[in-house]
């Protein structure tokens, strides 16, 4: 994953494109959220180019927030009751699959698919995680004995993936838990091999599942991990950043996810060491503008990078507004992107969950599920890999509430050799088919599409050539960019 900048007064995205399953792809995303839009500033009235929810249960059964918890009124008991959609989306696919399209109607295009996972084989046998289903579920958990997905969760988890794909959501951010090193007394190798190879596995799947369309994955390689110094957690957070980076490099994720406080953030370093994410996560609630400010500033140089309001609250109007004033009044903050988690800002009762909320989740059927952040949300963002090649401006699309506008390209010319004097522009949909824009050669150039629709993301695709007649079959395009107007 890296930097990139929006059309929108150049606000700042993110997309990145590269996996084994590409073999020797160049990594032609390689700072582009960051270093390829240092300049950049967010829109004039502030606004964040990217919106979604973390998808963390499409349905709770006969479990009520509204209600205090107790024995009867539980996440666990009865089993499959509480409903994650990569745990159970077999239970209910048509109902996952509406939903992710009301997330998309409602103007969304991130999507974050929550896994958290333990080793569920000795309470499973012991009982006491054990439901009456044979599933490999406990609640919100799957389990990793075997190293991986269960095949129901695995099936579930490309099912979900096929549906983003589909709708055309511009990112999905897949969020691992691993909630079992906090409770480690001592380092325990066979578990942590587990949870490594299923984080690998997923990873593999994702990019699978998503390539060549115009969704591109984001990971969060444990939820809020820096800073909890329980157990095991920490030397469990720098091994696996370790081992990811060495692997996979820092591209495509966010490192941990943080709690956004002075407390918390103050373990960055020691997390991450001397290689840091190119992009932060920050889970805020409270006074969430003021939370975003403060985070900055315990953050450092380092809240000059692209940031994900992770967790917040649930399409909040106070949340919307304390935003807005925070963002107008620090140009400097770089938030790409505002999840929701499906939790509401007040309590229901004495001794009730507050982890999520029983309205939150019934949002999910309808179509109006950002609607208090529409004002702090940009109509048009831009991911881009190379601007200098290919950046794409807005020309009527934030000022007009026409279903179809355009946006111009300012086309580079930056032949890598004298046989390739060309380049070719290709656009591609989320239905596929990769369609000739334009094709230029000799000098930079500019071109207008003036068929761009609402709701649907465009990846273009430059490729230097030697004509404009010439196949582009094996080739790598040399840049991307990924366009979305709501």
């Avoid at 329980?230 to 820092?250: E, H, M, V």
Wanted: proline content about 4%.
């Amino acid at each position: 994953m890296a930097p990139a900048c929006s059309v929108s007064e150049n606000q700042a995205g993110r997309t990145q494109q590269n996996g084994a399953f590409m073999g020797h792809i160049t990594k032609i995303f390689l700072f582009f959220l960051i270093y390829s839009c240092l300049a950049l500033n967010l829109a004039s009235a502030r606004q964040i180019p990217g919106i979604g929810t973390v998808y963390f249960a499409y349905d709770l059964g006969t479990y009520s927030s509204s209600i205090p918890l107790s024995s009867t009124n539980n996440w666990y008991v009865p089993g499959e009751n509480f409903k994650t959609p990569v745990g159970l989306y077999h239970l209910n696919p048509a109902l996952v699959d509406q939903q992710i399209s009301n997330m998309r109607a409602s103007g969304m295009d991130y999507v974050t698919l929550h896994i958290a996972f333990d080793d569920l084989s000795v309470c499973t046998s012991n009982g006491s995680c054990n439901n009456g289903y044979s599933d490999w579920l406990w609640g919100e958990l799957v389990d990793d004995s075997q190293y991986a997905l269960r095949s129901q969760q695995q099936q579930n988890l490309v099912s979900i993936l096929q549906d983003i794909k589909k709708q055309g959501f511009r990112h999905v951010i897949v969020r691992f838990g691993n909630y079992g090193p906090s409770g480690w007394s001592a380092w325990q190798e066979d578990e942590y091999q587990k949870a490594w190879n299923l984080i690998v596995g997923v990873r593999s799947t994702v990019y699978a599942q998503l390539q060549g369309s115009v969704t591109t994955p984001i990971f969060d390689l444990n939820v809020e991990a820096v800073g909890d110094t329980r157990g095991q957690l920490p030397a469990y957070t720098q091994r696996l950043w370790s081992d990811y980076t060495f692997s996979f490099g820092n591209d495509d994720t966010v490192g941990f996810s943080m709690i956004g406080d002075t407390g918390h953030l103050s373990y960055m370093s020691s997390a991450y060491g001397s290689i840091k994410p190119k992009m932060y996560a920050l889970d805020i609630y409270g006074d969430v503008g003021q939370g975003l400010l403060a985070s900055a500033q315990a953050m450092g140089a380092e809240a000059a990078k692209p940031i994900i309001i992770m967790e917040t609250y649930d399409n909040d109007v106070t949340t919307a507004s304390q935003l807005q004033t925070t963002l107008s009044q620090n140009a400097n903050l770089n938030v790409i992107a505002l999840m929701q988690w499906q939790q509401g800002r007040a309590q229901p009762c004495q001794g009730c969950d507050t982890n999520i909320s029983d309205a939150a989740v019934q949002q999910l059927n309808t179509t109006t599920q950002m609607s208090n952040y529409a004002s702090i949300i940009a109509p048009m963002a831009v991911d881009e890999s190379n601007p200098s090649l290919m950046h794409i401006t807005d020309v009527n699309c934030a000022g007009t509430s026409a279903s179809v506008c355009s946006v111009q390209g300012s086309l580079g010319f930056q032949p890598p050799s004298a046989a390739l004097q060309n380049y070719q522009i290709y656009v591609t949909k989320a239905d596929g088919g990769r369609v000739l824009w334009a094709c230029s050669g000799g000098s930079p150039s500019t071109a207008t599409a003036s068929w761009m629709t609402r709701d649907v993301t465009y990846r273009f695709e430059y490729f230097q050539v030697s004509s404009c007649t010439a196949s582009i079959t094996g080739l790598q395009p040399a840049a991307v960019s990924y366009v979305w107007i709501r």
